[in-house]
């Protein structure tokens, strides 16, 4: 008859830090809290959040700096940063691919952000709204890409799925490029920074109203319209171009 084991406490411990690296409370790259911190929080003894760290050091969840601490892998997702990543920020057509992606995660993030946002959450997505109008003062693309990066991620914590949080997260370099070429492509059309505005309240008073459907629905639409006007603003440059082109070969 086999013995039963008993259960590690180091174990217990160790699952709630993954639980913490999968909500979010623990990035990628983040520093963990030290182990008498951790052994406070847990109200555990210190031997024990050791073990627990050695045990996702040997999972790869977490690496550890000679004097520096222990730090959550930045390469968990590693697979998604990757050089053609790099190419694709780069291509026409991989932005519109990439604004058709943006349609489904972003609604379903906004549809469960509107479902399952704590109050303190849905301050933070309100906060990040209005730092979007700041970065539009001051006339700073890079700026304001950030500023709407940082509110899609408030978002995306609020709606509580960590494949939707990590896939977002790991992707912040392709969406801030995404959005900035966008929005500077955008900006010769003088009326597209007030009607991308209100779309964008739109959402934010869906989601803040507890309404997922139409969370989903504004969301929907604001990038509907960023879509439409892009392929509009690059079929009236394909024309000039021919129109160009056939006067050059006409003199």
């Known amino acids: 008859?086999?013995?039963?084991?008993?259960?590690?406490?180091?174990?217990?411990?160790?699952?709630?830090?993954?639980?913490?690296?999968?909500?979010?409370?623990?990035?990628?790259?983040?520093?963990?809290?030290?182990?008498?911190?951790?052994?406070?929080?847990?109200a555990v003894s210190r031997p024990s959040v050791r073990e627990a760290i050695q045990k996702l050091e040997a999972k790869?969840?977490?690496n550890r700096k000679q004097g520096g601490g222990t730090f959550v892998c930045d390469s968990i997702l590693a697979g998604l940063s990757d050089p053609l990543f790099d190419l694709m920020s780069k291509n026409l057509d991989s932005q519109f691919d990439l604004l058709e992606f943006r349609l489904g995660i972003e609604g379903m993030a906004a549809y469960y952000a509107a479902m399952?946002?704590?109050?303190?959450?849905?301050?933070?997505?309100?906060?990040k709204f209005d730092?979007?109008?700041?970065?539009?003062?001051?006339?700073?693309?890079?700026?304001?890409?950030?500023?709407?990066?940082?509110?899609?991620?408030?978002?995306?914590?609020?709606?509580h799925n960590s494949v939707i949080l990590h896939i977002v997260r790991s992707m912040a370099s392709i969406f801030t490029s995404n959005v900035e070429q966008n929005i500077t492509i955008l900006a010769k059309r003088p009326d597209m920074f007030h009607k991308m505005r209100d779309y964008r309240k739109k959402l934010l008073q869906a989601i803040l109203a507890g309404k997922p459907q139409k969370a989903w629905s504004e969301s929907h639409n604001y990038l509907t319209l960023i879509e439409e006007e892009l392929l509009l603003l690059t079929q009236e440059q394909n024309s000039m171009q021919r129109l160009i082109g056939r006067m050059q070969r006409h003199q």
């Open 1 to 42: 008859m086999r013995q039963v084991q008993s259960r590690k406490l180091s174990d217990d411990i160790m699952e709630q830090l993954e639980s913490m690296m999968l909500d979010g409370r623990l990035a990628s790259g983040q520093k963990l809290p030290p182990e008498r911190s951790l052994a406070e929080q847990f």
């Open 60 to 62: 790869g969840l977490v």
């Open 131 to 159: 730092a979007v109008g700041l970065a539009q003062i001051e006339n700073n693309f890079s700026l304001e890409a950030e500023a709407i990066y940082d509110f899609l991620m408030s978002i995306c914590h609020a709606c």
């Open 116 to 127: 399952r946002g704590t109050p303190s959450e849905l301050k933070e997505v309100q906060t």
